[in-house]
């Protein structure tokens, strides 16, 4: 089955301590991103990668890292977590298509983790 | 990405069709009409998308104005499943990487009565 994972789905920690949300797609997609989602703002991205080795920033990236080593996985590392940290947080994963473009094609999004920063 | 403009809240019957609104007077010719929903306590699951024909898919149907300022999504028989917030999307035609940053409005809330 196609799909999108994440773990944890469900975290609480405390500030500052590093922790990492992992995840994964079976679908061989190029590109992939983390959205988080709050009351009354909506979703926004927080950082997307077009390919292994190839990552940059979205709307709000401060306070969060990623890697893409692999074209399955895209961990989120929050290095010094920070109550205002506290969200949902969306996978998702794309194909790249024709000259580079995704405008047309669907996004498959993960369960979601729900984050607490205490 | 061209704003849309979606009413906060409908209410339909089991079983009954639904027609979702959405609004963008400011699209652009190469502007996709993407709709996504999400369930509760779901992540957004994708519906259907077009760029001016009109286009069915197993979920649902996607009528667009003939001037493509403006398009409905049809959901033909509505389940209590189908209870979501709607999201129509525009997605502009570009190769950059922020051309995946899908932005989200506050969408239409749908509630499924039985």
Request: glycine letters at 26%; hydrophobic letters at 25%; proline letters at 0%.
């Given at each position: 089955e196609a799909q999108v994972t994440q773990n944890p789905r469900y975290l609480i920690t405390v500030t500052g301590k590093k922790l990492t949300v992992t995840c994964s797609q079976n679908m061989n997609h190029e590109y992939m991103s983390w959205y988080r989602q709050d009351p009354g703002l909506g979703l926004r991205q927080i950082y997307y990668s077009m390919n292994v080795e190839v990552t940059d920033k979205g709307d709000v990236p401060e306070g969060y890292k990623v890697s893409r080593k692999e074209k399955r996985n895209f961990p989120l590392i929050l290095e010094s977590p920070s109550p205002n940290q506290t969200s949902l947080y969306f996978c998702a994963s794309t194909p790249i298509g024709?000259?580079?473009?995704?405008?047309y094609n669907e996004q498959f999004f993960g369960p979601g983790t729900r984050l607490t920063v205490l | 990405d061209a704003k849309t403009t979606q009413p906060n809240s409908m209410e339909s019957n089991e079983e009954e069709p639904v027609h979702l609104p959405c609004n963008h007077s400011t699209i652009s010719g190469t502007d996709y009409i993407h709709w996504y929903r999400q369930l509760p306590s779901q992540g957004p699951e994708y519906v259907i998308h077009g760029l001016t024909s009109n286009v069915n898919n197993r979920m649902a149907s996607l009528a667009i104005a003939e001037d493509r300022k403006s398009s409905t999504l049809i959901l033909h028989r509505a389940t209590l499943r189908d209870a979501a917030v709607y999201y129509c999307i525009l997605r502009v035609?570009?190769?950059?990487?922020?051309?995946?940053?899908l932005i989200f409005g506050k969408g239409t809330k749908l509630s499924v009565k039985p």
């Open positions: 024709l000259a580079g473009a995704t405008s | 035609m570009n190769y950059g990487g922020s051309q995946g940053n």
